[in-house]
Nanobody, 120 residues
Framework: QVHLVESGGGLVQPGGSLRLSCEAP????????MGWYRQAPGKQRELVAA???????NYVDSVKGRFTISRDNAKNTVYLQMNSLKPEDTAVYYC??????????????WGQGTQVTVSS
């Protein structure tokens, strides 16, 4: 069983910043594509940002220029720096790890989720 350990959520005022962290087991981190998803009440889960094992990143349009995803391979940790937060960013944020093994079997793991609330 693979455990992804998230931290960093909380309550912040509009315009504020938060940084989410997600630590993954070292056995998979270096080969996994890591991502952050979010799910707001009544909405489907959506991909917010992702970073490949090689460091390529992509973002949903609504967070471009405000959020930055990064990975520290020495710490087996992926981060999501969230700036200029808006009330519409309020959601439960989930860390995700995806990779394939030598036999092309695909694996997909999720963290437990961390609440981000943007409100005055």
């Amino acid at each position: 069983q693979v455990h992804l350990v998230e931290s960093g959520g909380g309550l912040v005022q509009p315009g504020g910043s938060l940084r989410l962290s997600c630590e993954a087991p070292g056995s998979i981190f270096s080969i996994a594509a890591m991502g952050w998803y979010r799910q707001a009440p009544g909405k489907q889960r959506e991909l917010v940002a992702a970073v490949t094992s090689g460091g390529s990143t992509n973002y949903v349009d609504s967070v471009k220029g405000r959020f930055t995803i990064s990975r520290d391979n020495a710490k087996n940790t992926v981060y999501l720096q969230m700036n200029s937060l808006k009330p519409e960013d309020t959601a439960v944020y989930y860390c995700n790890a995806k990779y394939s093994d030598l036999w092309s079997r695909r694996y997909d793991y999720w963290g437990q989720g961390t609440q981000v609330t943007v409100s005055s």
